[in-house]
């Protein structure tokens, strides 16, 4: 399923951002979803995911109580709403949809991944 990531940018350290996913020309219906974010030569990690459903969430201890992932049904979309944000949440953010039950937390479980979108965080 082709995935594309929107809403990255520049903000402040303890600013908020929201970058939401969804399906050019596709759609997510049915796909458990997950946020991943790499820095340039390190090892890719994970965010958080959300079941099909929505009611199954997973997040990486790291952003727990700062990022909220959320699923539109109706608007067919993926958000990650990050709040408090910190300079070590500056990443590139990757989609991912999986076809595999449940939230996932495991890179290779995903089977389609967007382009990335970039989020700087300033001190």
């Known amino acids: 399923v082709p995935l594309a990531e929107s809403g990255g940018g520049l903000v402040r350290a303890g600013g908020s951002l929201r970058l939401s996913c969804a399906s050019p020309?596709?759609?997510?219906?049915?796909?458990?979803m997950g946020w991943f974010r790499q820095v340039l030569g390190k090892e890719r990690e994970f965010v958080a995911a959300?079941?099909?459903?929505?009611?199954?969430?997973q997040y990486a201890e790291s952003v727990k109580g700062r990022f909220t992932i959320s699923r539109d049904i109706a608007k067919d979309t993926v958000s990650l709403q990050m709040n408090r944000l910190k300079p070590e949440d500056t990443a590139v953010y990757y989609c991912?949809?999986?076809?595999?039950?449940?939230?996932?937390?495991?890179?290779?479980?995903?089977?389609?991944w967007g382009q990335g979108t970039q989020v700087t965080v300033s001190s």
């Open positions: 991912a949809a999986s076809e595999r039950v449940g939230a996932r937390t495991a890179g290779f479980d995903y089977d389609s």
């Open positions: 959300i079941n099909w459903g929505g009611g199954g969430t």
């Open positions: 020309g596709g759609t997510l219906t049915g796909y458990a």
